[in-house]
């Protein structure tokens, strides 16, 4: 029975249960199946009954989302959250969820996310989208075919020209990645690739070829928030929130400052001051890898490494499950799923793997041990948002 929490200071806040839903290439399941089968399974993991649940968050999904959702899982919350900031919408929801449970306005909050983003252009019920819409500032950017893609493979040329950033250690770590998703049974692609594969696939937008670009899958996950009172009524061990930041950079690309700055630089030192700890104290990164672009600037904007300093940093290895800072080990949306906006998927890995679920895959610290600190970092837009957590199982 969980007891009263203290008047006298806000409550700690864990996460107690995630899950993913089936993943990959799903043909025979809606988004809203998708939703309810991944919050079956957390709940499930957390071991606490859904009544324990009065918050809950969702965004892509329904005219009235989260309500729409929230309906289906047969939820009534009175704490919703459907803010909606592209890749990076996850950590943020989760950074509001945690405050709303510390300050005692929700007991358990529940985070839901499902697509069939690639079986819907398969059965032909959607397209492919050049853009994100032709309103507002971006009608300035549309008129000249300047795609999502375009965007960030501009930004990415610029890192080039300004360090001398090289291809070669961007294909890294699209090697790399898809070397952790070799130990991931839930990765869509396992194979093995090599840099010269990277540099020799299909141009998209230069200077991305195919293997530089995040992969289209079905899937979805789940992760339930849960004040500390009720921790001893879960199952597993809990993975504390430690701190928590958000940031917001630009929509137009003309009101971007610096195309080597990503608005991490500013989530990421928020949220390590709020956790008291340092970049070098973290034991595992998961990151939002729409393009390899993205995990070295976010890389660099975390401070693991020197602005500038990220083509170097990448480089023999050290991305790897046991390379100096294991990123992405599930294999990220380069190799094990992305079905849209992924940032859930980054706090259900970096769950697992703190608590040494990680399988054939897991993480280990040097001594043997399991990893103690982790950081989750979403992207959302073009650069255009950020949200960056720390998590840890002290």
Known sequence: MASSPSTHRPRKVAVVGVALSDTGRVDDLTPYALHAQAA????????????????????G???????????????????????SVGGATWEVMAAHAADAIAAGQARAVLLVYGSTARADVKAGRRTSNLSFGSRGPLQFEVAYGHTLIAKYAMAARRHMHQFGTTLEQLAEIAVQTRANAATNPDAMFRDPITVDEVLSGPMIADPFTKLHCCIRSDGGCAVLLAAEEYVPDTVKPPVWVLGSGTSVSHAAMSQWQDFTVSPAAVSGRRAFERAGVEPADIDLAEIYDAFTYMTLVTLEDLGFCAKGEGGAFVEKGRLLRDGGLPVNTDGGGLSACHPGMRGLFLLVEAVRQLRGEGGAGQVRRADGGLPELAVASGTGGWFCSAGTLVLGRA
């Open 40 to 59: 079956r399974r957390a709940l499930a993991d957390s071991g606490l009954d859904r009544s324990v649940v009065d918050g809950f968050a969702s965004a």
């Open 61 to 83: 999904l329904g005219t009235l989302a989260p309500v729409e959702v929230a309906e289906y899982l047969g939820l009534r919350p009175t704490w919703v959250d459907s803010t």
